[in-house]
């Protein structure tokens, strides 16, 4: 995955290298998140259908399904903060760097990761379910994060005008909120996704 | 002749709302002028598509409380009814834009809000339709159900409000409540409400009816098979 975001990140380099002074702060961060949605939804599509059917019921025989997408939530959240920290530093770096506060871009870069994970991880969950689960992914996702990149890319845009921390708060807590519903919804939907 | 009566009375008060709708008094408004008389259709039909789909998703509750397959019936047709009415808002709205924002999609946070939750509704669709085995269908699909009801609340309450819409009651603008809805259009809006959502349950229950008329023909051919065998 890491190769995913470093090629993705290179292939915008590349096409956009002809004319880079024409690349706006708004392009630039319109770019970046646009990659990094893609990133996540490949990284974390995976999540489940990757898994054999032995050991998923291995899983199903050790513990409750609320632990397994608990964990599920937290690996997936960790694979994208390091996917798109990582990504994030190779993306300032070849494509130049125009953020006014790195501290609020940093903060919307972590709460983008840990919402996208858990709204994909249940997502993934209820894709892998069926039998072309790739495309499903998509048709799943795709309208339900759509909120929550708008809210990040408005964060983000934020901070790379280097605004004051008070005009980003509403964002922010918009942001954790949808986090937090999403994260309780799927603590209560999955056994019932488990079971089948 | 069982509970026909409500299938009389969504007739007569779609009957009402038309008629009074066309040429009952209005409030003279700037810019909106006469258009207003599309709140009892724009607006109206967005209010019965909400509710429908909470009552969708209180069925899909039931389906994964309960685990029968009838609630996973009412809980998808509600959610298709839903679906039509969704489009038929957006239709109107898009009219009434016409005419008083001068641009058919003005690029408006509600509007886009609006086209993602169709959107999401019509994946609903589309994953219910890649299922084979039933049980296993209506138990995923009434997750993504509730699920999608979460998202698309905020999407179009929530989040519009929180940015510069054209729409009422979002960036400033004061809500419908307040300044231009006189008794003359409550006196039709409320009705058109609770017709269009008895339309709505009339549509689904029809395709109810179909639903299960398939099924059990599809069983007694099934059964029937295994007779001959």
């Given at each position: 995955m890491l190769l995913y975001v470093v090629s993705t990140v290179f292939v915008a380099y590349l096409s956009f290298s002809l004319r880079?002074?024409?690349?706006t702060p708004i392009v630039w961060n319109t770019l970046f998140w646009i990659i990094i949605l893609f990133t996540a939804v490949n990284a974390i599509a995976k999540s489940f259908s990757q898994e054999r059917h032995g050991r998923l019921m291995y899983y199903y025989s050790l513990c409750s399904p609320q632990a397994i997408i608990i964990s599920k939530i937290i690996y997936n959240s960790l694979i994208m903060l390091a996917l798109s920290g990582i990504g994030f530093a190779i993306y300032s770096l070849v494509m130049g760097n125009p953020v006014g506060d790195i501290g609020l871009y940093l903060i919307s870069i972590v709460l983008a990761a840990i919402g996208f994970a858990s709204v994909l991880t249940l997502v993934a969950g209820i894709a892998s379910k069926a039998d072309n689960s790739a495309t499903l992914m998509a048709v799943l996702s795709f309208p339900i994060i759509l909120p929550m990149l708008l809210m990040t890319i408005r964060l983000a845009k934020n901070a790379l005008d280097g605004l004051d921390w008070s005009v980003s708060t509403d964002e922010i807590t918009t942001l954790l909120s949808i986090d937090l519903i999403v994260i309780t919804l799927s603590y209560l939907l999955f056994p019932y996704l488990w079971r089948s | 002749m069982r509970k026909i009566w409500w299938k009389i009375l969504c007739i007569a008060i779609i009957f009402y709302v038309i008629v009074m709708g066309l040429i009952g008094p209005v409030p003279r408004l700037a810019i909106i002028n006469e258009s207003i008389r599309n709140t009892y259709f724009h607006v109206a039909l967005w209010l019965a598509m909400t509710t429908l789909l909470f009552l969708s998703m209180v069925f899909s509750i039931r389906y994964l409380n309960k685990g029968k397959i009838n609630d996973d019936d009412i809980a998808s047709e509600l959610a298709k009814s839903a679906i039509f009415f969704g489009i038929l808002g957006c239709l109107t709205g898009s009219i009434w834009a016409n005419y008083?924002?001068?641009?058919?999609?003005?690029?408006d946070p509600k509007l886009n809000g609006a086209a993602v939750g169709i959107l999401i509704y019509l994946a609903y669709l589309l994953l219910r339709s890649s299922f084979e085995d039933e049980q296993r269908k209506a138990r995923i699909s009434s997750v993504y159900n509730i699920f999608a009801f979460a998202v698309f609340i905020p999407i179009i309450y929530i989040l519009p409000r929180l940015t510069d819409s054209l729409h009422p009651g979002s960036g400033g603008n004061s809500t419908f409540g307040s300044y231009d809805f006189n008794n003359d259009i409550r006196k039709v809006f409320y009705p058109a409400v609770i017709g269009y959502i008895l339309l709505g349950l009339w549509l689904a229950e029809l395709r109810i009816r179909m639903k299960h008329i398939n099924r059990v023909q599809e069983e007694s051919l099934t059964t029937g098979d295994k007779v001959a065998h």
């Open positions: 880079r002074n024409q690349l | 008083t924002w001068g641009d058919p999609w003005p690029n």
